[in-house]
Nanobody
């Protein structure tokens, strides 16, 4: 079964940047995707970005498009979420999971997440 471990969170001021990492083991060679999600206090978990393990195609939700980018490094089984121009509303716990690309339904257990806090 695929396991994921998130890292890279922290506290930054508005306008700053962070790069989150998602270590995936074993690394799928499939048509599935790796999705990054976030959950702010009192809110539902929402998808932020996803990348296809096989084809490498990416999708970023409109609310963060132009500021966030997702990429993968097959050589070290890691997917990254580069977050630039961070805003206070980006404050949340960020999670990654393997997902069905079309539906965003998770196909791996959720990790513990990594906290991102953006101050104004």
């Amino acid at each position: 079964q695929v396991q994921v471990v998130e890292s890279g969170g922290g506290s930054v001021q508005a306008g700053g940047s962070l790069r989150l990492s998602c270590a995936v083991s074993p690394y799928p060679r499939s048509s599935d995707c790796l999705g990054w999600f976030r959950q702010a206090p009192g809110k539902m978990r929402e998808g932020v970005a996803r990348i296809s393990f096989g084809a490498g195609g990416t999708f970023v939700v409109p609310s963060v498009k132009g500021r966030f980018a997702i990429s993968q490094d097959n050589s070290n089984n890691t997917v990254y979420l580069q977050m630039n121009s961070l805003k206070p509303e980006d404050t949340a716990t960020y999670y990654c999971a393997t997902v069905v690309c079309r539906t965003w339904h998770s196909s791996s257990p959720w990790g513990q997440g990594t906290q991102v806090t953006v101050s104004s």
